[in-house]
């Protein structure tokens, strides 16, 4: 695409969803600015796993992301158990109908992000804090903590941090008192390509298959419960899930490191500014319980690039306000929809009254029916959209 006047954006936060937008704008051939305020963790040894649908890996790609089996570990069932079962028969199943189709694809995150690395030759990265931020005209300016400012026709902050630097917009948020651990169990070799979760007492317990020896573990639960004492204790966490995966894998052994996320519920009132644009977890951050945050991240960027090179192909400005009211009304009300519903499904799965434990059961049957399952499994794969 081709541009008279390069625009310049910034963006606020080196993540991987920082890294992500950068990757998307300089495929329009727009000026980047990577602005890290705070150091990156190293996390090259991270066993934190993401799970990419299809739709969602096929915009990674357009992007120029290469896809191998030993980066994106293919997923084709997911089975759902709930409660701790004592024989391997599960509540339900999820597949495509089509054989050859995917269900998602199991990645770890470090992986990805050094996919994308590849992909940002031409970003600036600027490690520097703010001091500011000041509307100038038609431009943003940012002033830094070592007194050098720099002008951007659009700003997009990714980040917590960066809210208070540019709103006092309120959220919807609440605490689920809960705190996801993830780690990697190996075991002995098989066709390792199924999901398995368990709606458990304390919370849900995850297996996402990342190879034939290698399954990585996502269990969610409730803070100072019996489940946590077993997942910080690693004699009872491994005699755990040699107890529960019985009937599915023959446990060598798991990492001793742990890796953990507080979690809560975030929906921000306002995603859009005067040149300026929220996107990634400061807008809607969600339980994992059906691995769709990032998901979510990477459709809004598919739309935010989509509306863009239409825009700038007729000579718009990359900040002007209407762009962005457009790209708020695509994507805030289906994303708020969607993130209640997780968050529906999550209490649900949460409550142990006889009642709600019926209705799981009947509409565990429910979603089996092979006409339900492919609508849940297309709206998990492409997200909301209205």
């Known amino acids: 695409m081709k541009n008279l006047n390069k625009q310049k954006i910034a963006v606020l936060g080196s993540g991987l969803t920082g890294k992500a937008i950068a990757m998307a704008l300089l495929e329009l051939n727009l000026s980047v600015d990577l602005i890290e305020q705070v150091p990156a963790p190293k996390n090259h040894q991270s066993n934190v796993t993401l799970s990419i649908s ?11 992301v290469k896809k191998t089996k030993s980066n994106f570990w293919p997923l084709q069932k997911i089975i759902l158990f709930d409660g701790l079962k004592k024989e391997s028969k599960p509540d339900t199943e999820f597949y495509n109908l089509n054989q050859k189709k995917n269900l998602s694809h199991i990645v770890k995150r470090n992986i990805l992000e050094k996919e994308i690395n590849k992909k940002l030759k031409k970003a600036n990265f600027i490690k520097n804090k703010i001091s500011y931020i000041e509307d100038r005209g038609f431009l943003k300016k940012i002033f830094f903590q070592n007194k050098k400012t720099i002008e951007y026709n659009l700003i997009i902050a990714t980040e917590f941090s960066n809210l208070k630097l540019l709103s006092n917009e309120k959220k919807l948020n609440w605490d689920y008192s809960e705190t996801a651990y993830t780690f990697v169990f190996h075991h002995k070799k098989l066709l390792n390509n199924c999901a398995r979760q368990f709606f458990l007492k304390d919370g849900p317990l995850a297996f996402l298959p990342i190879s034939n020896t290698k399954t990585s573990v996502v269990w969610s639960v409730k803070n100072k419960s019996n489940a946590e004492k077993i997942i910080l204790n ?22 001793k490191k742990l890796e953990k996320f507080g979690l809560t519920f975030e929906f921000l009132r306002k995603t859009v500014l005067s040149r300026a644009i929220f996107m990634g977890d400061i807008t809607h951050k969600i339980h994992p319980i059906a691995g769709q945050g990032w998901n979510m991240t990477l459709r809004d960027i598919d739309i935010l690039g989509n509306i863009l090179k239409t825009k700038l192909n007729k000579g718009y400005d990359v900040g002007d306000f209407g762009i962005l009211k457009d790209f708020e009304k695509k994507t805030k ?3 708020l929809l969607f993130a209640v519903s997780i968050d529906l499904i999550r209490k649900a799965f949460k409550s142990q009254s006889s009642a709600i434990s019926k209705l799981r059961k009947k509409s565990f049957f429910i979603v089996s029916q092979p006409t339900v399952m492919n609508k849940i499994i297309d709206l998990a794969d492409k997200g909301l959209r209205f």
Do not use: H, P
């Open 54 to 64: 299809d739709a969602s890996l096929k915009i990674l790609q357009n992007l120029g």
């Open 234 to 255: 690693y004699d009872e966490r491994l005699n755990f899930l040699k107890m529960i995966s019985v009937d599915f894998y023959d446990v060598t052994g798991c990492t």
């Open 333 to 335: 009300a289906s994303n």
